[in-house]
């Protein structure tokens, strides 16, 4: 079976994906994809510094994502041009490792997708999230959302605003989403679920 899994920021997607891992499944991570393809000295790299400036690449050849991040979860017009260059490649690779992971006959498929529902409104949609037979949403209010940003990547209450306003809503995607994982409290409680729905699917 595969399924997408998506979230927004500070839900704690990235937890419940690991959480799934280790139950069996195999998890193809979209933001992974996208850091490979960005690494020091990638077309990418250059491309982005082309149509961001220079300033968004570090002495080493590196993407500096903070100085990009101010630009495009601010403006809009540029997060759509940012999406334009990422998201096309990052398909490619993505449908080549979920036609490895199927040919694996593993129990279950996970695409981890942190903008599945943002891909969709922009008619971006990937050819491997349309082959997803169900959708994940782990959810968390967006008060928490906001106070994870703060606490966990120290950023001010402004910025962290933002990043969640460039999103779509999380209350929205839990309205979409075939199954729910509430993530607001423990660990524990929220590992409970996860195993709960593995058996689900898999079952």
Do not use: C
């Not at 120290?154 to 933002?162: L, T």
């Not at 979409?176 to 524990?188: F, M, P, Q, T, Y």
Request: charged letters at 25%; hydrophobic letters at 45%.
């Amino acid at each position: 079976m595969v399924v997408a899994l998506t979230g927004g920021i500070g839900s704690g997607k990235s937890t419940v994906a690991r959480m799934l891992e280790k139950l069996g499944a195999t998890v193809i991570d979209a933001d992974a994809i996208v850091h490979e393809l960005q690494a020091p000295g990638t077309p990418m790299v250059k491309e982005l510094a082309e149509v961001f400036g220079p300033e968004i690449v570090g002495p080493d050849g590196g993407l500096l994502r903070e100085e990009l991040g101010q630009i495009v979860f601010h403006n809009e017009a540029a997060r759509e041009r940012l999406n334009a260059i990422v998201h096309p490649k990052v398909g490619v690779e993505f449908a080549r490792r979920l036609v490895a992971a199927k040919a694996a006959r593993v129990p279950l498929i996970v695409l981890d997708i942190p903008l599945l529902f943002e891909g969709r409104k922009a008619g971006s949609r990937s050819a491997a999230s349309m082959q997803s037979e169900a959708v994940i949403v782990v959810w968390v209010p967006r008060a928490l959302q906001l106070e994870r940003q703060i606490s966990r990547d120290a950023r001010d209450r402004d910025d962290a605003q933002a990043r969640i306003d460039a999103q779509i809503p999380i209350d929205a995607k839990r309205a979409e989403a075939d199954h729910v994982i509430d993530n607001s409290g423990s660990l524990e409680e929220t590992e409970s679920q996860v195993v709960a729905l593995y058996a689900e699917l898999v079952g």
